[in-house]
């Protein structure tokens, strides 16, 4: 069957009203790659894949919160959405908002978005509003005149956001046949961690208690097809951190601008996630998260963007430090895709480019000296 996206695939676990139409791009349906490489370097006897969520139409998981907030928006009868990003909600906010033939307006940080982010809100022709202040900065304004305009909210405070992003645990569960052992991603505005572990709790068991972590004005069938649920980790850029820091960071700065966030708006979901989960958060520094990347890259040909890294960064730690058991399953969700930011990833690349002539007798003189 012509797979269209994830609401239709879904429909029957989304709260949507039945007679919604999907403003969709294919978005969902995302790989979910074993490494190879990277387990047999480090001596790890379990498995660990990557949920690549940078083949999403726009470049990010974005997508799939947007196609149900663009939806239920449309459905409403609003006109306009509005969202503060740091690049790829941005980027899926004006795509969808074409799609839908709506007008879209995205507030993001003066020279602080990565340059294919702004390639793609540019070229959709949406409102791009740039703001001397960071992704903090332009939430709370984004806030405060959602109430004065009639505008819809489409970052993540909106629920239908969460709600598509659950649907990437579904794939996984259906994938491996049951949940992983862990689950690793990167944490910024901390909404799409708290959207997995919605996922998990939905198709695995009941927990003796559970704390609230979806909206509580949605209903839907709850059926259980697996019996475990994955501990969640969480991990911050060490400059952006403040789940480690136990309170919002003022000026928060890293190169992984994707989870460049001071004040997560899900902070009690993602509690609640780590800690009904067994698990944690914890922070790195950028050179890691840099590393991670070339890692991914070099060994594994996957690239991903800097922010995405963080999750592996994250799980090769915990897997040499101990924290995560030997024999385990993994994944990590890799956020978004190399190509939105070129600019770091080029800084990061090899040595210069060699330059001959163009003479076979010159190229072969440069392989030679490679082999
Ligand atoms: C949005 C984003 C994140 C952070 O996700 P949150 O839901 O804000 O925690 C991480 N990586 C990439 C590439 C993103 O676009």
Known sequence: ??????????????????????????????????????????????????????????????????????????????KAIICASTGNTSAAA??????????????????????????????????????????????????????????????SINPWRLQGQKTAAFEIIEELGRAPDYHCLPVGNAGNISAYWMGYREMGPKAPVELPIAPEHFDYARTQVCDNRPIMCGYQAAGAAPFLRGEPVLAPETIATAIRIGAPQSWDYAQAAVS???????????????????????????????????????????????????????????????????DVAIRQAAADPTVVDAEPAAVEKALQAAL
């Open 1 to 78: 069957m012509h797979y269209t996206g994830l609401i239709e695939r879904y429909r029957e676990r989304l709260p949507l009203p039945a007679d919604a139409q999907a403003v969709a791009l294919g978005e969902g349906r995302t790989p979910l790659i074993e490494l190879q490489n990277i387990p047999r370097d480090i001596g790890f006897d379990g498995r660990i894949y990557v949920k690549f969520e940078g083949l999403n139409p726009t470049g990010s998981f974005k997508d799939r919160g947007m196609t149900v907030a663009v939806s239920a928006a449309k459905h409403a009868g609003s």
């Open 94 to 155: 004006a795509a969808y908002a074409a799609r839908a033939g709506m007008t879209a307006f995205v507030l993001i940080p003066e020279g602080k978005i990565a340059l294919g982010k702004l390639a793609q809100a540019g070229i959709s022709g949406c409102e791009v509003i740039q703001i001397r202040g960071n992704f903090d900065d332009g939430m709370r304004i984004v806030r405060g005149l959602s109430d004065a305009m009639p505008i819809t909210v489409v970052n």
């Open 276 to 342: 009904e989960s067994g698990g944690w958060f914890a922070e790195f520094a950028d050179e890691d998260i840099l590393a991670a990347q070339k890692l991914l890259a070099s060994r594994e040909g996957v690239f991903c963007e800097p922010a995405s890294a963080t999750s592996v960064a994250g799980a090769l730690r915990d897997i040499r430090q101990g924290h995560i058991r030997p024999g385990s399953s993994v994944v990590c969700t890799l956020t978004g895709h190399g190509l939105k930011d070129p």
